[in-house]
């Protein structure tokens, strides 16, 4: 019983350890698919939509979506909006996670 | 991982789904992986299906409170009993039931030689509970997590969340009106449930620690963990119990 504990707690700790040494990027994809005329949906078949890439140096990227109308390209707002509101829940998990992540891996290794 | 052990509350709120293997794009869990799905299937009325998480909400808040006053009551038990332990028998109040628990546990591990029969056979059921908790977290800390909406049976959307925060979000267009908010809400419980878990699994570390001068024998924090474990789960049954009592009473 003890060596399982024992066990089952270090890996976890390695497990967490390689996350937390992974951690140099946050990437978020926001992709769709559409309902096809039976109402069957295949999401193997997503297409991206919006991505942001968040680096810890400070650098940062976003492919927007945009729409062309009249022959003028636009940025979908609405999609944008979506894609954002998934970008800040992952900005507060992260911290919220790699606090916990490292709180724990502090306490197996006591 | 319901499907195996309910060691957990919170951990029953998440299946395994070997069946749903995919290969992803995510941080350092790219390549082949089996997720654990936090799988929610709602009423087409939204406001059903909030109400539906309000009690998922309630179940994770419990584990949340229980997880911030642990450590403080843990703390108040070893100054008390420490205290007691160097004073003239002076009367004390009772100890509440989870901190009585506790007590008992840590003074009759199976190490030693007592005829409680009883609480051994407790402290075992706990540490056979812990060790399922235990292992269930460790899977459960090696998959990325898989959060559906479906509504009345049809997926509409999934995000897939690695556990340094990758995300990759997939909606089924048209989203049907409220759908977007329900679905992020899902999403956060989901995430709040995981922190949670995080938090538990280090409170029983950390609280094995803490309990050791309360050890009848000297011993190691492998004989306190399971009194710990089963301390902090009478401690959320203790919350719920006046929760409910309290919202009776709101009510008559």
Not at chain 2, 82 to 92: I, L, N, R
């Given at each position: 019983m003890a060596v399982d504990f024992e066990t089952s707690l270090r890996e976890a700790a390695e497990t967490i350890a390689h996350y937390v040494k992974d951690a140099a990027t946050l990437t978020v994809e926001t992709r769709y698919v559409i309902v096809d005329d039976d109402g069957d949906i295949d999401f193997s078949q997503a297409k991206p939509l919006a991505q942001t890439v968040i680096k810890l140096d400070g650098d940062s990227s976003l492919v927007a979506p945009m729409r062309l109308r009249d022959g003028r390209l636009e940025l979908d707002a609405d999609l944008l909006r979506l894609h954002n509101a998934n970008v800040q829940t992952a900005i507060d998990y992260r911290a919220r996670i790699l606090s916990s992540l490292l709180e724990m891996m502090q306490s197996i290794e006591l | 991982m319901a499907s195996s052990s309910l060691s957990d509350p919170l951990l029953a709120l998440w299946l395994d789904h070997p069946e749903k293997a995919v290969t992803t794009a995510l941080g350092p869990e790219k390549g082949k992986s089996t997720p654990v799905v936090w799988q929610r299937d709602f009423?087409?009325?939204?406001?059903?299906?909030?109400?539906?998480?309000?009690?998922?909400?309630?179940?994770?808040?419990?584990?949340?409170?229980?997880?911030?006053?642990?450590?403080?009551?843990?703390?108040?038990?070893?100054?008390?009993?420490?205290?007691?332990?160097?004073?003239?028998?002076?009367?004390?109040?009772?100890?509440?039931?989870?901190?009585?628990?506790?007590?008992?546990?840590?003074?009759?591990?199976?190490?030693?030689?007592?005829?409680?029969?009883?609480?051994?056979?407790?402290?075992?059921?706990?540490?056979?509970?812990?060790?399922?908790?235990?292992?269930?977290?460790?899977?459960?800390v090696s998959y990325y997590a898989w959060i559906e909406t479906k509504i009345e049976g049809k997926l509409v959307a999934r995000t897939l969340v690695s556990w340094t925060g990758d995300f990759q979000t997939e909606w089924n267009f048209p989203i049907p009106s409220g759908i977007e908010r329900l679905h992020a809400r899902s999403l956060q419980l989901a995430l709040a449930s995981r922190t949670a878990l995080l938090r538990t699994t280090t409170l029983i570390l950390t609280g094995a620690i803490l309990t050791l001068p309360l050890l009848a024998h000297p011993g190691n924090i492998l004989l306190t963990l399971p009194a710990v474990w089963r301390f902090i789960q009478r401690l959320r049954q203790e919350l719920a119990q006046t929760q409910q009592n309290d919202s009776a009473s709101n009510t008559s």
């Open positions: - | 009423s087409a009325d939204v406001k059903i299906a909030h109400n539906q998480l309000d009690s998922i909400q309630t179940l994770i808040g419990l584990t949340e409170k229980s997880n911030d006053l642990a450590p403080d009551r843990l703390r108040a038990l070893l100054t008390k009993q420490t205290t007691t332990s160097s004073q003239a028998a002076a009367p004390t109040p009772p100890l509440p039931p989870p901190e009585n628990e506790l007590l008992a546990l840590l003074q009759s591990p199976p190490e030693t030689a007592s005829f409680a029969w009883d609480i051994h056979y407790e402290w075992k059921q706990a540490a056979e509970e812990l060790r399922e908790f235990l292992q269930d977290v460790q899977r459960f």
